[in-house]
């Protein structure tokens, strides 16, 4: 069984720009969370998705946005990039939305905002 | 809310020694706790969890965590450090019921050396 993949694996934008990052979860997952992971700050939470409802949301700015597609897959987006952007971006899948759920994580999409 | 915090950001053991990362956390719900562990270049995965029953949880590898409510804290211990235990480890907490999402800590870098 494929893993939860994300693409790209990397990118590198200017400041001002947007981006999409893409998370395609495990086979059978209907819940995908993301999190942007920084050196000393940890993970911290962007927003979760289930059955293509948002069911949570994070403390970050209107610029992060993202989106649930009816085969699960999502899709996050940031707009009008600034350098504090840069990080790593990380997608989890579970099966259900829920506390208790195991959480599966992709490898990441390292964003360098120049 | 929850919250953890993780003490010491990098921890140094000899191969064969103890391993113990700390963390505490805050929550104002019985909570669910978790520790994953993230490797170079990868994503986290699940070292293991606790939900309810039993407080002592053992996981993959080798670890186990304790729940203490009285301490409010979720140690990861290991009695044998081995090599291929160098990595980055991650407390995290969530609220028990609901959409409740899940809440990391900074990180502890534990390094084992030869």
């Known amino acids: 069984k494929a893993g939860v993949t994300q693409t790209p694996r990397y990118l590198i934008k200017t400041r001002g720009q947007q981006v999409t990052l893409s998370c395609s979860p495990i086979?059978?997952?209907?819940?995908v969370s993301w999190y942007q992971q920084t050196p000393g700050q940890g993970l911290q939470f962007l927003f979760e998705y289930f059955s293509e409802t948002q069911r949570n949301k994070g403390n970050f700015p209107g610029r992060f946005s993202g989106r649930q597609f009816s085969n699960s897959r999502s899709e996050m987006n940031v707009s009008t990039l600034e350098l504090g952007d840069s990080a790593l971006y990380l997608c989890a899948s579970s099966l259900e939305v829920g506390a208790r759920e195991k959480l599966f994580f992709g490898s990441g999409t390292q964003l360098s905002v120049l | 809310a929850q919250s953890v915090t993780q003490l010491g950001s990098h921890v140094s053991v000899s191969e064969g020694a103890l391993v113990l990362l700390r963390c505490n956390y805050s929550?104002?719900?019985?909570?669910?706790l978790f520790w994953y562990v993230q490797y170079p270049n990868q994503g986290l995965q699940l070292l293991l969890k606790y939900t309810t029953g039993a407080t002592l949880v053992k996981g993959i590898n080798g670890f186990e965590a304790e729940f203490k409510k009285s301490e409010t804290s979720f140690h990861l211990t290991k009695p044998s450090a081995h090599m291929s235990d160098a990595a980055e480890y991650f407390c995290?907490?969530?609220?028990?019921?609901?959409?409740?999402?899940?809440?990391f800590g900074t990180g502890t870098k534990l390094q084992v050396i030869p």
């Open positions: 929550s104002s719900v019985p909570p669910y």
């Open positions: 086979s059978g997952h209907r819940s």
């Open positions: 995290a907490v969530s609220g028990s019921g609901g959409y409740q999402k899940v809440t």
